[in-house]
């Protein structure tokens, strides 16, 4: 399995921004999909994970601000980022996960967000 994260950038705070991240090399359908994030310093956050039927769980830092979503056909999950600030500047990555643990991780995307 191969994860390919996109879409970040330098952005102003109160901007929006949709992260993805392509699946390769299995079967999408199987997996949980999760966002975690890290930002400089500091240790990897749980964003939020979508589930192989589509119900979506998200850490209490991004509640209400940050929605997940996954296209099966395509093989690709989505995050949109809402509302962005300061704080949310991170290398975001995404992981697969089949059972208990994420067996798979992406190689991040960097988000920055300028006041």
């Known amino acids: 399995v191969q994860l390919q994260a996109s879409g970040g950038g330098l952005v102003q705070a109160g901007d929006s921004l949709k992260l993805s991240c392509a699946f390769s090399?299995?079967?999408?359908?199987?997996?949980?999909m999760g966002w975690f994030r890290q930002a400089p310093g500091k240790e990897r956050e749980f964003v939020g994970v979508?589930?192989?039927?589509?119900?979506?769980y998200y850490g209490d830092s991004v509640k209400g601000r940050f929605t997940i979503s996954r296209d099966n056909a395509k093989n690709l999950v989505y995050l949109l980022v809402n509302s962005l600030k300061p704080e949310d500047t991170a290398v975001y990555y995404c992981a697969a996960k089949w059972r208990a643990e994420y067996d798979y991780w992406g190689q991040g995307t960097l988000v920055t967000v300028s006041s």
């Open positions: 090399g299995g079967t999408f359908s199987r997996y949980d």
């Open positions: 979508v589930a192989r039927f589509g119900g979506a």
